[in-house]
């Protein structure tokens, strides 16, 4: 597995996550700023370059970004556990804020399908997972929590396994979870030797995970792990 840098952007504040805006050429870019606080920045991609067309300063700093629901709204995690709905055409203020964790929101992932209401699943420090339902995104629709909530979950990822949705988990001390969200049930954990820092399913039923130390693929069916040497 080898990669290529196609653009270098620099960047006046420290990123921690990054989404493409679905079928477009635009990313959104959160960090946290010099001062303490936090960056939402939103670049469209023109030629070989990244031109800035809007940013925003929050008052925490932001972990995680998802790009959610037919308007396309960005969905944010700070370091406060507070998630946040912002416009993209219009950031000057969040449509909603919620309390959502009791910790900082490591990771959120978004489903945006058809003829399914559009959902984001977020996890934190606190050891809980949380969906929501961006319809009414007051108030979690399920709370799943850990055996022992003393690990804090890295990473989090939604997904498809024979028709059922699913969430794959990471932690912070190599456990991968399957949770059945329709069957309200776990399908399977597998272990790696280190933190997982992303979870992501592919079209070919496997679970693509990167760690603290390198990357392996995860067969969704039998939690069967299978390492990647990376150049």
Same mark, same amino acid.
């Given at each position: 597995?080898?990669?290529?840098?196609?653009?270098?952007?620099?960047?006046?504040?420290?990123?921690?996550?990054?989404?493409?805006?679905?079928?477009?050429?635009?990313?959104?870019?959160?960090?946290?700023?010099?001062?303490?606080?936090?960056?939402?920045?939103?670049?469209?991609?023109?030629?070989?370059?990244?031109?800035?067309?809007?940013?925003?300063?929050?008052?925490?700093?932001?972990?995680?970004?998802?790009?959610? =629901?037919?308007?396309?709204? /960005?969905? &944010?995690?700070?370091?406060? *556990?507070? #998630?946040?709905? @912002? $416009?993209?055409? !219009?950031?000057?203020?969040?449509?909603?804020?919620?309390?959502?964790?009791?910790?900082?929101?490591?990771?959120?992932?978004?489903?945006?399908?058809? =003829?399914?209401?559009?959902? /984001?699943? &977020?996890?934190?420090?606190? *050891?809980? #997972?949380?969906? @929501? $339902?961006?319809? !009414?995104?007051?108030?979690?629709?399920?709370?799943?929590?850990?055996?022992?909530?003393?690990?804090?979950?890295?990473?989090?990822?939604?997904?498809?396994?024979?028709?059922?949705?699913?969430?794959?988990?990471?932690?912070?001390?190599?456990?991968?979870?399957?949770?059945?969200?329709?069957?309200?049930?776990?399908?399977?954990?597998?272990?790696?030797?280190?933190?997982?820092?992303?979870?992501?399913?592919?079209?070919?039923?496997?679970?693509?995970?990167?760690?603290?130390?390198?990357?392996?693929?995860?067969?969704?069916?039998?939690?069967?792990?299978?390492?990647?040497?990376?150049?």
């Amino acid at each position: 597995m080898k990669g290529e840098c196609l653009i270098t952007q620099n960047l006046s504040f420290m990123p921690y996550d990054l989404k493409w805006f679905p079928c477009s050429a635009r990313v959104c870019v959160v960090g946290s700023t010099k001062e303490g606080t936090g960056r939402i920045a939103i670049y469209q991609l023109s030629k070989k370059e990244l031109v800035l067309k809007g940013e925003i300063n929050s008052t925490q700093p932001i972990r995680c970004v998802a790009i959610t =629901g037919h308007e396309r709204h /960005i969905v &944010t995690g700070d370091f406060e *556990g507070v #998630i946040q709905t @912002w $416009d993209p055409q !219009q950031l000057a203020n969040p449509i909603t804020s919620v309390k959502g964790h009791e910790g900082i929101i490591n990771c959120l992932d978004s489903l945006n399908c058809k =003829g399914e209401p559009a959902e /984001i699943a &977020t996890v934190s420090r606190d *050891g809980n #997972i949380k969906v @929501w $339902d961006m319809r !009414q995104p007051t108030k979690a629709v399920m709370t799943i929590s850990s055996k022992n909530n003393t690990r804090d979950i890295w990473a989090i990822a939604f997904g498809w396994v024979r028709g059922n949705k699913v969430i794959a988990v990471g932690y912070e001390d190599g456990v991968v979870q399957l949770f059945d969200v329709d069957g309200s049930q776990y399908v399977w954990e597998a272990k790696v030797k280190s933190g997982i820092c992303s979870v992501d399913f592919d079209e070919e039923g496997n679970l693509l995970v990167s760690t603290v130390v390198g990357v392996c693929v995860i067969d969704i069916e039998s939690g069967k792990i299978n390492h990647v040497k990376v150049k």
